[in-house]
């Protein structure tokens, strides 16, 4: 079987990749690796694709062009000593000096791919292009979108369909996937609201910023409750809080940051529409002297797959993974890879495969402590199990490419 042969390549590549991480929109080496690799595999191999990215074409006949993709950034995040290929790496995040860590298992990502391009080119009973992404900076959501002029640029007729997969805290050897939205858009929004600033002791001479401020908090606690129906998703959090130097000291204004998640265009709109309303109305409760100011931070994309690419999928996971082929529930976490199909407007399907002990996984999914039992994505201890996590995810990206390509 092919993937025996390949099976210790794969290995090793995970093990090098995940002792080497590097930063979003620095993944030199990391790219350069990926397009030696591609290149071995016989790819037309396109590097520094909008920054770090690079991209693997292989023509073999007509048929369709498939895109498939892996993301290549690590995090700021010194990683726990539990594995011998552990990283040790350094960087400069914001001023500082910080570990760097594959600590959303991007390695396994990289690594699996390579592996299945092995094997597809390896197979002679398909015809098509197939077309590898190594995408940079899918952390700060950018790298997708970096790369889509050239893209165009590279492949003028466009693609069928694009191919993506993430490690998620999941048993070992399964693979989920749904048809409809599966990740979350994400928006940023930073608010700042004006006061008048003034002597603490002194509040009736003053508009205090703080206080507007917190109401508004407060109040924001009400637009899912009260502006989402009970069918639909949505979370709102305020996650920066930043006003006031002094304790006799009213400032003049007042900033925070919100996000939010949601999984319909619908109900990302009516968000947004409540919250600058409470926003605004807040501070004309509170005479503040001007409106606030509200800011468009980093969006997030929504992930929604295709219901036919996903019922074609979806049926070579049955073959390939009968029972181990679950039904992926939607995920309040954002991602990328759709803003690479955009480029086209083509469809795609994204799916997720389990990276941790399927005995620890199973004891607690029954005590209901999967969340503290199982590392979550980003977490310093985040580390696949090697086996049988890299064969899933290699056997899945196999799977799923031959759903497409003609036979
Ligand atoms: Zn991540
Ligand atoms: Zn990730």
């Not at 997708?144 to 369909?161: H, N, S, T």
């Not at 082929?325 to 997720?352: C, I, K, N, Q």
Request: with cysteine.
């Amino acid at each position: 079987m092919t993937l025996e042969s390949h099976r210790p390549f794969i290995e090793d590549l995970y093990r090098e990749l995940h002792a080497h991480p590097e930063l979003s929109h620095r993944e030199h080496r990391t790219a350069g690796r990926m397009a030696e690799l591609l290149r071995e595999a016989g790819f037309e191999v396109h590097e520094h694709v909008g920054g770090t990215g690079v991209v693997g074409v292989l023509r073999r006949g007509t048929g369709p062009t498939v895109l498939v993709r892996a993301d290549m950034d690590g995090l700021p995040v010194v990683e726990a000593e539990q594995v011998p290929y552990r990283s040790t790496q350094t960087d400069e995040w914001e001023g500082q000096t910080v570990g760097v860590m594959h600590a959303c298992g991007h390695d396994t990502h990289m690594a699996t791919l390579q592996g299945a391009l092995r094997i597809l080119v390896e197979q002679d009973d398909w015809s098509g292009t197939l077309v590898a992404v190594l995408q940079p900076a899918e952390e700060t959501i950018d790298g997708a979108k970096g790369m889509q002029d050239d893209l165009r640029r590279i492949l003028p007729d466009g693609i069928d369909v694009a191919l993506g997969q993430h490690v998620m805290p999941g048993a070992a050897g399964t693979v989920s996937l749904a048809a409809g939205p599966v990740m979350a858009a994400s928006d940023h929004l930073i608010v700042t609201v004006h006061g008048r600033g003034g002597h603490g002791s002194q509040p009736e001479a003053t508009v205090d910023p703080i206080v507007l401020a917190a109401s508004i908090v407060v109040r924001l606690q009400t637009v899912v409750s009260r502006t989402v129906a009970p069918f639909e998703q949505a979370v709102v959090t305020v996650g920066t809080f930043h006003a006031g130097t002094k304790q006799n000291i009213i400032p003049e204004s007042a900033r925070f940051e919100i996000n939010i998640r949601t999984f319909d265009e619908g109900v990302r709109a009516r968000v947004i529409a409540a919250i600058e309303r409470i926003v605004q109305g807040e501070c004309e409760a509170s005479g503040a002297p001007r409106p606030a100011t509200i800011e468009r931070g980093s969006t997030a994309p929504l992930t929604d797959n295709d219901p036919q690419a996903t019922a074609l999928v979806a049926a070579a996971f049955d073959e390939a993974f009968g029972a181990q082929h679950l039904e992926l529930r939607p995920l309040l976490g954002s991602e990328d890879f759709s803003d690479l199909p955009a480029t086209w407007g083509a469809p795609y399907v994204y799916w997720m495969y389990g990276g941790f002990d399927p005995q620890l996984v199973a004891e607690a999914t029954e005590r209901g402590t999967l969340a503290a039992s199982v590392p979550s994505n980003h977490s310093p201890t985040f580390i696949p199990v090697m086996q049988p996590t890299l064969d899933t995810a290699t056997t899945a990206m196999v799977a799923a490419a031959r759903a497409f390509l003609a036979r």
